[in-house]
């Protein structure tokens, strides 16, 4: 008998633990939003720094 309410049971642990909140996807989102406006000025940046090491290197 406890061998089958512990058969029954286990299928029904996983189901009770299982979350479906994606709060990994949350934070990735926030993070995605975040640094979207911080890409335009680092590119800039870098473009700015990579013309003037390739003036440099030909001078």
């Keep these: 008998m406890i061998k ?8 029904l ?3 009770a633990f ?3 909140n994606n709060a990994l996807d949350t934070i ?3 993070f995605d939003t975040i640094t979207a406006t911080w890409t335009p000025i ?3 940046a870098v473009m700015g720094l990579f013309w003037l090491l ?5 001078t």
Excluded: G, Q, R
């Design 28 to 30: 990735l989102d926030k």
């Design 18 to 20: 299982a979350s479906n």
């Design 54 to 58: 390739v003036t440099l290197s030909f």
């Design 42 to 44: 680092i590119i800039e």
């Design 13 to 15: 642990s996983p189901a």
């Design 4 to 11: 089958w309410v512990v058969f029954f049971l286990s299928f």
